[in-house]
């Protein structure tokens, strides 16, 4: 389908397409398998600007917002979901700087993150606060000018990999989710260390970690915004980076449809190529319009996104919800149409299937998209009335 991409968007689509097929896919299997990110991508994705596409244009960016974001996450997700959603994280992390950071805060810390000097990630979930958001336990006390974090963060999307991290802590318990602050906590700090590495289903090529705060001082210049605004910080991010992950599963989809394809046109049985029987054609034709119909959400949701609509939990939402379930259901049918063969290592969809299954569990699970999108159903029923 022609979505009207500008000239621009189509030629980060071709960066990212070019990079996914010529770097990341030789070593997909490798990293999978393995369990590691390779620091050739990370390179590769660096001098290839894509880390520029999310941030302003004025802080070295290209400034192509969620939609840029979301083209480049698809596209590097078709070959490796693992290799995107490490590039993707940085968008998440750089988005509370981007929308609540003070010009001092983006002078430093932006343009190192677009041309892919720093890695930057996002650090919210806790082992008691994950659906629940707002349970942040990681204290903050404010000492002089400085902060002193003692606590720890879990699953943390390029733990360890990244070199800012964007920590939503507690500077005022007694307040709950009222009481939530972001700040920017470097690795390397003392008192700041890495701790369990996780060994996943999928995903495997990005880095997931524990991050451990002992005694750590953060210079009161990191906090974001003013202290209160973390649990807003928070969610107006994952208002935008959804998308990414929608994203994300639209190209995991896209990927195991195309292995489908390919299989489906060469694979024999009963003397005939198994594309040939309806069995498979009725699989194909679900398979490619559940894609499309979940790449034209995903597109129009980040365009309005980016246009600077205001309500925008309810469609980030329903894009990620929708996307994440049609990237598990078209990799379940990826792996049925290759039969026995899906199931073994030696061809990709049984590891599409497991990159898929995360999409409907991370940046909030899809129970929790399905609240949010009832939540303001309900209040814009209440606006009308
Ligand atoms: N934009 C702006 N404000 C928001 C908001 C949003 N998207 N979501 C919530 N708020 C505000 C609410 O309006 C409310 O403000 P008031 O206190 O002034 O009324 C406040 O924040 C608290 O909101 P709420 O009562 O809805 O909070 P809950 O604790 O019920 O939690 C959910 C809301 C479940 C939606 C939230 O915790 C969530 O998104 N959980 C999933 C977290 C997640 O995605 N984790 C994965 C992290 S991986 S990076």
Same mark, same amino acid.
């Given at each position: 389908?022609d ?16 990079l ?12 999978d ?12 994705? &660096?001098?290839?600007?894509l880390?520029?596409? @999310?941030?302003p ?7 192509? &917002? ?55 990630? @996002? ?52 307040k ?11 690795? *390397? ?17 990005a ?6 705060f ?16 973390? @649990? ?24 195991a ?11 024999k049985?009963?003397?005939k ?34 246009? &600077?609509?205001s309500?925008?939990?309810k ?6 919800? @929708? ?6 259901e ?9 039969? *026995? ?10 590891k ?22 009832a ?5 814009? &029923?209440?606006?009308?009335?």
């Amino acid at each position: 389908m022609d979505y009207n991409l500008s000239e621009e968007e189509k030629m980060i689509k071709e960066v990212a397409r070019n990079l996914a097929e010529k770097k990341i896919k030789p070593l997909r299997e490798e990293m999978d398998r393995e369990s590691y990110f390779s620091p050739e991508i990370r390179e590769e994705l &660096g001098k290839s600007d894509l880390l520029r596409v @999310f941030i302003p244009e004025e802080f070295d960016g290209l400034g192509m &917002g969620i939609m840029g974001m979301s083209l480049a996450t698809e596209e590097l997700s078709i070959v490796d979901g693992g290799s995107a959603i490490a590039y993707a994280a940085n968008g998440l992390g750089a988005t509370p700087l981007i929308l609540f950071g003070s010009e001092e805060q983006k002078k430093k810390f932006l343009p190192k993150i677009a041309s892919g000097e720093k890695w930057i990630a @996002f650090a919210l979930t806790e082992p008691e606060a994950g659906s629940d958001a707002g349970n942040v336990k990681l204290r903050a006390n404010k000492d002089g000018d400085h902060y002193i974090l003692n606590g720890n963060k879990i699953f943390i999307t390029n733990g360890g990999e990244a070199d800012y991290y964007v920590v939503i802590v507690a500077t005022d318990p007694e307040k709950g989710s009222r009481g939530l602050s972001a700040i920017l906590a470097e690795k *390397g700090t003392d008192g700041f260390s890495f701790g369990k590495e996780e060994d996943k289903m999928g995903i495997r090529a990005a880095p997931t970690r524990e991050l451990v705060f002992s005694d750590c001082r953060v210079p009161g210049e990191n906090l974001i915004s003013r202290e209160g605004m973390g @649990f807003l910080i928070a969610m107006k991010t994952l208002d935008r980076t959804r998308v990414g992950v929608a994203a994300q599963a639209v190209g995991i989809a896209q990927g195991a449809l195309n292995e489908s394809v390919l299989y489906a046109n060469t694979r024999k049985q009963f003397g005939k190529k198994i594309g040939e029987f309806q069995a498979i054609q009725v699989k194909l034709g679900e398979m490619a319009t559940k894609v499309e119909a979940a790449r034209a959400l995903i597109y129009q949701v980040a365009r309005n996104i980016d246009s &600077g609509a205001s309500k925008i939990s309810k469609i980030s939402s329903q894009a990620k919800l @929708f996307a994440s379930d049609v990237a598990m259901e078209v990799t379940c049918e990826a792996v049925q149409i290759f039969g *026995g063969y899906g199931y073994m290592k030696d061809y990709p969809v049984e590891k599409m299937m497991r990159d898929a299954k995360i999409t409907q569990i991370y940046e909030g699970t899809n129970e929790i998209q399905k609240l949010i999108i009832a939540r303001e159903l309900l209040k814009e &029923g209440l606006r009308r009335k």
